[in-house]
């Protein structure tokens, strides 16, 4: 009940291209769910995040669909660039604070 | 630089040695996480402070890690007797109780068991 799945493992896609990335999670606990990306050798950096009160959430490029019922979330990137090739984690949390991770998607933008 | 540092950035170190490993979160952070990444995988919580108090602490801390903040600011993970299976990188992360629960992450300390 503590997990939460991601898919795909791995995206290729165009430049210019649209990438989505999905996360399913059980634990009606949790009420945040942030996204990351991280480089090679790198810490995850914060991407976008919502609460389970709004459905969808926008900055620049990136978006969060957040759907309660069916415990499921996305991020979307628009206008896909060969920078944003990274691997991106979705994360959940909820009352105990500490972040339960997918297992990441590994995003390759080709130029 | 106002961001989570860690340090060292990548240590070797032989089986059965003992490592020990800092973080220094954003000031006035009060708030200290610590995770796992393997390779291929996304972050494992490992156990996490608010101010000096350690709170919470996963099973994957066996005995053999120890973690401290002693005076609420800096924080330290050790671990002792290493094993080959301890190679991994270790993230801190630190965040403000008044915040959305928003973690900002150091970039790592790599460790190699050999």
């Known amino acids: 009940q503590q997990q939460v799945k991601q898919s795909p493992q791995s995206l290729i896609v165009q430049k210019g291209g649209i990438s989505i990335i999905n996360c399913a999670y059980e634990?009606?606990?949790?009420?945040?769910f942030p996204w990351y990306q991280q480089f090679p050798g790198k810490g995850p950096a914060l991407l976008i995040a919502?609460?389970?009160?709004?459905s969808e959430k926008k900055e620049g490029r990136f978006t969060i669909s957040f759907n309660k019922s069916a415990k499921q979330f996305s991020l979307q990137i628009r206008d896909s660039q060969p920078g944003d090739s990274a691997t991106y984690f979705c994360?959940?949390?909820?009352?105990?604070?500490?972040?339960?991770f997918g297992t990441g998607t590994r995003l390759k933008v080709l130029a | 630089d106002t961001g989570v540092s860690q340090d060292p950035r990548h240590k070797i170190t032989k089986r059965g040695q003992n490592v020990t490993f800092r973080c220094d979160p954003i000031?006035?952070?009060?708030?200290l996480y610590w995770y796992r990444q393997t390779l291929g995988q996304g972050p494992e919580f490992l156990t996490y402070?608010?101010?000096?108090?350690?709170?919470?602490k996963s099973r994957l801390l066996s005995d053999r890690f120890s973690a401290e903040r002693p005076k609420g600011s800096f924080s330290t993970l050790e671990i002792q007797r290493t094993e080959q299976g301890d190679s991994a990188m270790y993230l801190c992360?630190?965040?403000?109780?008044?915040?959305?629960?928003?973690?900002?992450f150091g970039p790592g300390t790599r460790l190699t068991v050999l």
């Open positions: 992360a630190s965040s403000l109780t008044t915040s959305v629960d928003t973690q900002y």
């Open positions: 402070f608010q101010n000096e108090a350690q709170l919470e």
């Open positions: 000031s006035e952070h009060n708030r």
């Open positions: 994360a959940a949390s909820g009352g105990t604070y500490k972040y339960i």
């Open positions: 634990n009606t606990a949790f009420d945040y």
């Open positions: 919502i609460r389970p009160d709004v």
